[in-house]
């Protein structure tokens, strides 16, 4: 049985960038197949794990996809410029190394820019734009790109490598939402006397639009749902307590809105489930959210609408190839899960 860390760990360190999630359904399908009865893919690469049972039928979500980058076009020279594969800052993006994940196997580049050598005075005072970047993979030029594999769609990620820091902490690339994927994965394989039908659902393209998200719940239809996903904190330093009064190492998060109520408004049932759940052992936080959206956005609209809950791990630096997370709070996000499912037939 793989443990929590080294579980995130290969998760973290493996390569899937939206459209091209392949890798990771990979060792997700490994991981889960000794705890469900039944896996398929869908036409969309969603990977859906089911563990049959009766009433309720609960779908459980987390999305595998991380943001990356596209090789728009390879110039005369053999530099590689690029659009963004989700939500990035652009200035996290300079001077990273990166992997290109061609047909030929991967290729290790460079995010390069006019070096401030080169720069006006103005000009290093400003933020520098990804469309003013380009990678730097070794090519001489066009002809000798399209040798080495880097062409027009290549998908790219980037290359950083899972750490431990202090005490219970880690740092990772992809923990958005690769932590979510380990949750859901840890809470089947504890769960207990659950009476519920439960379909583990995970999903492809959230980072560009929810997508996976959207039709696997269409198809699935189930009568409640949770998403995971990862949470940014307010305790360090560049963030007040008011824009996230989340933090670190106080368990996980629990979801009342988020996106100033026009991502998901969670039902009150939902919140009571999961605050029973949780009873007196597992400590959780409260979020109300200005920010970002989650799967639950796309999967509570999904036909006449399905109460959904989101359980949010408390995360540093989110969109980083450094995030940081705490693994008690991972371990407290799983086992809250697994405990709600074993009560969802009191609820729904």
């Given at each position: 049985m793989t443990?929590?860390?080294?579980?995130?760990?290969?998760?973290?360190?493996?390569?899937?960038?939206?459209?091209?999630?392949?890798?990771?359904?990979?060792?997700?399908?490994?991981?889960?197949?000794?705890?469900?009865?039944?896996?398929?893919?869908d036409r969309m690469g969603n990977l859906i794990a089911t563990k049959n049972g009766g009433s309720p039928i609960v779908m459980l979500a987390a999305h595998m996809d991380e943001i990356g980058l596209m090789i728009k076009y390879v110039d005369d020279k053999g530099f590689a410029?690029?659009?963004?594969?989700?939500?990035?800052?652009?200035?996290?993006?300079?001077?990273?190394?990166?992997?290109?994940?061609?047909?030929?196997?991967?290729?290790?580049?460079?995010?390069?820019?006019?070096?401030?050598?080169?720069?006006?005075?103005?000009?290093?005072?400003?933020?520098?734009?990804?469309?003013?970047?380009?990678?730097?993979?070794?090519?001489?030029?066009?002809?000798?790109?399209?040798?080495?594999?880097?062409?027009?769609?290549t998908p790219v990620t980037s290359d950083a490598e899972f750490k431990s820091l202090g005490n219970d902490r880690v740092t990772g690339k992809a923990f958005d939402n690769r932590a979510g994927c380990v949750m859901l994965i840890e809470a089947l394989k504890q769960m207990k006397d659950v009476k519920a039908t439960v379909h583990a659902v995970f999903t492809v393209q959230e980072e560009v639009g929810l997508k996976g998200a959207k039709t696997s719940a269409f198809r699935l239809n189930p009568d409640v749902a949770l998403a995971t996903d990862v949470t940014i904190t307010g305790d360090h330093p560049g963030i007040d307590k008011k824009d996230s009064a989340i933090e670190m190492g106080k368990g996980p998060s629990v979801t009342v809105s988020d996106a100033d109520g026009r991502g998901i408004i969670v039902p009150e049932p939902v919140l009571n489930w999961l605050k029973e759940a949780a009873g007196t052992n597992i400590p959780y936080q409260l979020e109300v959210g200005s920010g970002g959206t989650t799967d639950a956005s796309a999967i509570h609209l999904t036909k006449e609408g399905i109460p959904t809950g989101v359980i949010s791990m408390p995360t540093r630096y989110i969109h980083t190839p450094v995030s940081v997370l705490s693994m008690s709070d991972l371990e407290k996000s799983a086992e809250l899960i697994a405990r709600a499912l074993e009560i969802v037939d009191k609820f729904f």
């Open positions: 443990d929590m860390k080294t579980l995130l760990e290969r998760l973290s360190n493996a390569h899937g960038v939206s459209g091209y999630e392949g890798n990771i359904r990979q060792i997700i399908e490994e991981e889960v197949k000794p705890y469900v009865d039944e896996i398929k893919t410029r690029f659009t963004k594969t989700g939500g990035w800052f652009d200035q996290t993006l300079l001077n990273q190394r990166m992997i290109l994940h061609t047909e030929n196997g991967p290729i290790y580049g460079v995010l390069g820019s006019k070096p401030p050598h080169a720069m006006k005075e103005e000009d290093k005072n400003k933020v520098v734009k990804a469309e003013d970047m380009f990678i730097d993979f070794g090519a001489s030029s066009k002809e000798d790109a399209d040798k080495i594999g880097v062409k027009t769609g």
